[in-house]
């Protein structure tokens, strides 16, 4: 198991989920990913997990992951409306 430093966790916020308003979401091409884990690492809201999955009821898709991402595996999507 690898260890996580992230200390966050995601926790619904008073204003609740992230919602509607989010403009780009996260898409992780596992064909690409080599599991580093650094994705995880650097999300400010610790909203991936173990296994890299992406909780995207919290993710606000400020892109930080696909910007850290040694493989370019994360792109950003825009949100269909």
Known sequence: MRERLALSRPTEASSGKTGSWRTFRPVVDREVCNG???????????????????????????????NECPKEAITMVREER
Do not use: F, R, S, W
């Not at 884990?37 to 993710?59: H, K, R, S, T, W």
């Open 36 to 66: 580093c884990g650094l994705c995880a690492q650097y999300c400010p809201d610790g909203v991936i997990d173990e296994e890299l999955n992406i909780d995207l009821d919290y993710c606000k898709g400020c892109g930080i992951c696909a």
